[in-house]
């Protein structure tokens, strides 16, 4: 994925990128293979359905052939439009087939996360994420992604790093220069 796209900052670094689980398409699939099925059976054979239906209904039935391709075509565009990312500072859902929506949440926000995994996801190695966050977002989900419990533990420890600015020598300097204001203030007393 582009930074341009999700508008990272010049120093911002990628400690993973993903898209959901692939497989989840097969349900629409499946779906998809009976339509194109019983729209093609309808239209090469309409005789067949005739004890069923009127032969008129049976030609109509055709108009599942799109639909059978439309569905899980539909489905792969999703999944593969939909992109999740951890940088050091924020989380990323990238989604959009025509158009293209980006959800950011700076680290700092990240109060808490955790797994799912239905008895499928345990199996095959893919469940979702959830982060709580503060502020008016208060959930987001990296939904059937791969390795769920590793994702969680880089946002945990991306979200635990001290992102202080400055370098400790800078703030002794300036704790120093404090202390001195203090003491100046006290013998000016």
Known sequence: MSSNVLGLAPDEVVHWSGHPRLMIILPDAVLGVLLIVVGVTSVVAPGLGDQFLPRGIML???????????????????????????????????RGILGRRVEQVDLSRVQNSSVSQGLRGTLLGYGTVSIDTAGVNSTIQFSTIENPQEVRSIINQQASEDDSPGSLEQWMAVLA?????REALETAR
Do not use: D
Not at 79 to 89: A, D, G, K, L, S
């Open 60 to 94: 109509w039935l055709g108009v599942l052939i799109p639909i059978g391709i439309a569905i899980p075509v539909w489905t792969y565009l999703v999944i593969t439009n939909t992109q999740f990312v951890i940088t050091n500072r924020s989380l990323y859902i990238k």
């Open 177 to 181: 220069e404090v202390r001195a204001l």
